[in-house]
């Protein structure tokens, strides 16, 4: 160390591995190529040379082509029990003249490793703050890379499987071959206000961070995970039209077809406990009407963007599977060749049976 140690962080995560596996993950080559690195880059080259005075260096790509490089010393090794390195970067966010210290610390707990991270030496709270989200998706994927369930180990979907929304996600993360596990959890339940203070479901944990509203979790996963894209190939004008689909289902498909249609047909609010057909006949003009705008957008396509499915295709799918669960739904999707052909393509897709919600749900 060059400097004395002015600004501090610190970090906890529970690694269902043993301390051994969670200590040579830290030295060995292999393993560090495999892990060190936040979700969405890369590691495209390492060294280390894991003793008391020898070095490593670790490059990490970005899919935009930005480069970061770290590089240090070995300072303390005790397997399986700590290890001590200094952190400098040759390409990233401090300047190369800066050294840091990181001190690990492995205790065997529950059947897993507790494991403790302590990093010191930074010169102000901003660069220690900096540096907090990234060690938090880099240990994302050292819990990728050890836990048993792999990324399931992290990656939590908390949501009601029957929702659209939720079943949305799901796709996505199916589309992707994304291992998650998912929490039942109704709107506005202790679970879903912990992370979501408008009690909106779905909500997605990675680790240690959480994010809701269905886009910015989609958007989440298409930068972190490998597969195939989200968003529409062809440029520019593909992914703003794919957007525009995205905006319009949020902002006037789900009100017109799921609040004022479907609820109202699965909630019994009249005074002999039938449906309130006063508002399931007011929604369905509109949704004809949005119907209509589907179809001449599907033209002869598949999708409604380019030659995959895209984030707006995995959110309307879910809607019109309950939309023609009801008669008037039903009959008003008869009158569209386009949209039923394109949701028989997406009806076939492994993500969408993969997601059926259960009987009765």
């Known amino acids: 160390m060059t400097q004395a140690a002015t600004f501090q962080l610190e970090m906890t995560r529970f690694i269902r591995a043993p301390r051994e596996k969670v200590f040579d993950a830290f030295t060995h080559q292999d393993a560090l190529a495999a892990w060190h690195c936040p979700r969405g880059m890369h ?13 490593y260096r670790i490059a990490m790509a970005a899919r935009d082509g930005s480069a970061f490089v770290v590089a240090g010393e070995y300072q303390a090794l005790d397997r399986a029990d700590f ?6 970067w040759e390409r990233g966010a401090m300047a190369p003249d800066r050294i840091t210290l990181i001190e690990v610390t492995l205790m065997a707990r529950d059947g897993g490793t ?15 703050d900096g540096h907090m989200a990234g060690w938090q998706s880099v240990f994302n994927h050292l819990t990728d890379y050890l836990d048993p369930a792999g990324s399931a180990g992290s990656l939590t979907l908390i949501g009601d499987p029957r929702s659209s929304y939720c079943r949305t996600v799901r796709m996505a993360l199916a589309e992707k071959g994304v291992a998650y596990t998912l929490q039942p959890a109704p709107p506005s339940s202790a679970e879903v206000l912990a992370a979501n203070p408008f009690g909106r479901i779905p909500v997605l944990r990675d680790g240690e961070f959480e994010f809701y509203e269905t886009r910015a979790i989609l958007g989440y996963i298409d930068e972190s995970f490998d597969g195939p894209s989200l968003l529409p190939a062809g440029g520019a004008w593909a992914r703003a039209r794919g957007e525009q689909w995205v905006s319009v289902i949020n902002s006037y498909v789900y009100d017109t077809m799921v609040n004022r249609y479907i609820r ?3 909630r019994a609010s009249g005074a002999h406990g039938e449906p309130d057909r006063a508002a399931i006949d007011a929604a369905l003009p509109d949704i004809d009407r949005q119907l209509a705008v589907f179809e001449q957008a599907y033209g002869g396509l ?5 030659g995959s499915p895209s984030m707006a295709d995995f959110m309307l799918a879910p809607i019109l599977f309950y939309l023609e669960r009801f008669p008037e739904g039903a009959a008003l999707l008869g009158k569209y060749p386009q949209v039923r052909r394109a949701q028989a393509v997406m009806r ?4 969408f049976i993969a997601t059926q919600p259960k009987p009765g749900g």
């Open 302 to 306: 598949d999708f409604l963007v380019g």
């Open 114 to 128: 507790a494991l403790h991270m302590r990093h010191t030496g930074f010169p102000d709270a901003f660069m220690r």
């Open 83 to 88: 290890l001590a390195y200094t952190w400098s």
């Open 43 to 55: 590691v495209s080259d390492v060294s280390a040379d894991a003793r008391v005075g020898g070095r």
């Open 264 to 266: 109202p047909c699965t």
């Open 348 to 351: 076939e897709r492994e993500s």
